[in-house]
C-alpha cells in the first residue's frame, strides 16, 4: 500500500452511531478474498433499493460522493462481527480516514492493516465537527498523519496512533512488509546461531 502521510479531501458525513460491520459489507458480499471490487457493495442495503435501483436521498450516492476520502461517521463506528472486508470495502470506495468518537476495536486494527486512518476524538470535538460540515458540506478537511492532527476549517484536533501503526501507515507497509524490511537483520542473526541444537543432555 502507498505511504500515508497527509489526506486532504472534502468528507462524507454519516454520523450515524452503531454502524456494524454488516451495514458497512452485508454478509452477502463476502464470499470473495479479493479486495477490489467491494466498494461497489459499500453500505449497500442503505444505497441501493431491492432492484439495485440507487437511493437518491443516501449520501454516497450524491454527486461527488465518490471522490471523498474522509468518513465522518458515529460513535462505535465498525462494531459486529469481524470481517476485513469492511475496511475493503471502504478502502475501494476510496476512503482513507473515517472519523468517530469511537471504534470497535477489531475493526480499527482492520482498518490500519488496510491502510485507512481511524481518527478517534473525544465528544465534544465529535460534536463540533458534525456540526461544522452539517452547515459546510463542501469544507476541506485534513488528516496529517505525521503530525496526528485533524484540521476542518479554522479548527483542529489531535487524535491518538500507536507508534507501530502510524510508522507502517507513513511506511507504506504491513506488518508482513515491516518484517520483510528486516531481512538482513534476520538473515544475520540466522547466520551466527547453529543450524540445530542439540537437546540430548
Not at 482498518?111 to 478517534?120: D, Y
Not at 460534536?127 to 496529517?144: G, R, S
Not at 520483510?180 to 537437546?199: F, K, M, N, V, W
Request: charged fraction near 20%; hydrophobic fraction near 45%.
Amino acid at each position: 500500500m502507498p505511504p500515508l502521510t497527509r489526506i486532504e479531501s472534502r468528507a462524507v458525513l454519516l454520523a450515524t452511531d452503531d454502524i456494524d460491520t454488516d451495514q458497512i459489507i452485508p454478509a452477502r458480499f463476502l464470499k470473495t478474498t479479493e479486495r477490489r471490487g467491494l466498494g461497489t457493495h459499500l453500505f449497500a442495503d442503505w444505497r441501493y433499493t431491492a432492484d439495485g435501483t440507487p437511493r437518491s436521498d443516501f449520501i454516497l450516492n450524491a454527486p461527488g460522493a465518490s471522490e471523498r476520502r474522509i468518513l465522518v461517521g458515529g460513535r462505535n463506528f465498525g462494531c459486529g462481527s469481524s470481517r476485513e472486508h469492511a475496511p475493503w470495502a471502504l478502502a475501494d470506495f476510496g476512503f482513507q480516514a473515517v472519523v468517530a468518537p469511537s471504534f470497535a476495536d477489531i475493526f480499527r486494527n482492520n482498518a490500519l492493516k488496510n491502510g485507512i486512518v481511524p481518527v478517534q476524538l473525544d465528544r465534544e470535538a465529535h460534536a463540533a465537527i458534525v456540526e461544522h460540515l452539517a452547515l459546510h458540506p463542501d469544507v476541506v478537511a485534513v488528516v496529517d498523519v505525521a503530525s496526528q492532527r485533524l484540521l476542518v476549517g479554522q479548527d483542529a484536533w489531535g487524535f491518538a496512533l500507536a507508534p507501530f501503526a502510524r510508522h507502517c501507515l507513513l511506511e507504506g507497509i504491513d506488518q508482513l512488509g515491516f518484517l520483510l524490511g528486516a531481512d538482513d537483520e534476520i538473515a544475520r542473526y540466522e547466520q551466527s546461531h547453529p543450524a540445530a541444537i542439540s537437546t540430548i543432555a
